[in-house]
């Protein structure tokens, strides 16, 4: 066992179990909590891959500000912090068997599936520098086109939250 792999099962278990935190919870404040952990150690799995910049781009972009943004979100709109079960059982037993039987078929075709390596000299190395010269010139339309659509976005959340909190 190296640390590698050590380090993979970690991630790969904080990142699964934060996804199932963050669907159980009842408390919106908990799910962003279990959703920033996740992005957290996905940019782990990330880095683990020697994708290094987009590990950071993770970290910076997701964890750090989605996560911010959503507990904006929650401290602009009215939201009930009562943490009352759902009270549907059988249907939680059921997502759950049906989420093990799909866990397991992943697995078994995972399992079987013959792999292939890349033939040499496939993989190049990106660098930073060539990724900011490549977005900032050719992809500069949709890179413009994106930070506008999120800006009109949280000044539609934040007009939206100020509706509501009028009506009172």
Do not use: C
């Amino acid at each position: 066992m190296t640390g590698e792999f050590l380090a993979f099962f970690i991630l790969s278990l904080l990142t699964i179990g934060g996804a199932v935190f963050m669907i159980s919870f009842t408390r919106v404040v908990h799910m962003v909590i279990s959703l920033g952990i996740t992005f957290i150690s996905i940019a782990g799995l990330f880095i683990l891959l020697d994708a290094e910049f987009i590990g950071v781009a993770q970290v910076l972009v997701y964890s750090g500000a989605i996560s911010i943004l959503m507990l904006f979100g929650i401290m602009l709109t009215k939201h009930d912090a009562s943490d009352e079960g759902t009270g549907r059982s059988w249907k939680n037993i059921f997502s759950l068997v049906f989420v093990a039987g799909l866990f397991g078929l992943m697995f078994w075709g995972i399992q079987k599936t013959t792999w292939t390596a890349p033939p040499e000299g496939a993989a190049q190395a990106v660098s930073v520098k060539q990724l900011g010269v490549e977005i900032f010139t050719k992809y500069v339309i949709p890179f413009e086109l994106a930070s506008v659509l999120l800006l009109v976005a949280l000044v539609g959340a934040i007009i939206m939250a100020k509706k509501e909190g009028d009506s009172e």
